[in-house]
């Protein structure tokens, strides 16, 4: 069952940008809180940003200022812009549905995790 699909992954220099999509089902999609993680190589899974159903944001000190996060609530769809790319950010980038309306950051909190996207900043 695949419900939630992250794209727009790929290599970038320090600095750059990318804007990573996540598209989900109706049923995984509405009404939802949804989320990013990241997760690097031999690290846990690392919270980045979350958004509810009308759009108020929440995001990881490590990323504020530099990544906005954003939905498509027609297109079934979440956003994560990433700017001001740091080599630290290099992880597989994943997109989830919180269990409930309200913002947090613990994985427990959420479900039907996708695939993941690869994210690479160089140097």
């Known amino acids: 069952q695949v419900q939630l699909v992250e794209s727009g992954g790929g290599l970038v220099q320090a600095g750059g940008s990318l804007r990573l999509s996540c598209a989900a089902s109706?049923?995984?999609?509405?009404?939802?809180?949804m989320g990013w993680f990241r997760q690097a190589p031999g690290k846990e899974r690392e919270f980045v940003a979350a958004?509810?159903?009308?759009?108020?944001?929440y995001y990881a000190d490590s990323v504020k200022g530099r990544f906005t996060i954003s939905r498509d609530n027609a297109g079934n769809t979440v956003y994560l812009q990433m700017n001001s790319l740091k080599p630290e950010d290099t992880a597989v980038y994943y997109c989830?549905?919180?269990?409930?309306?309200?913002?947090?950051?613990?994985?427990?909190?959420?479900?039907?995790w996708g695939q993941g996207t690869q994210v690479t900043v160089s140097s």
């Open positions: 958004i509810s159903w009308s759009g108020n944001t």
């Open positions: 109706r049923s995984t999609f509405s009404s939802a809180a």
């Open positions: 989830a549905r919180r269990t409930v309306p309200s913002l947090g950051s613990a994985p427990s909190e959420y479900t039907y």
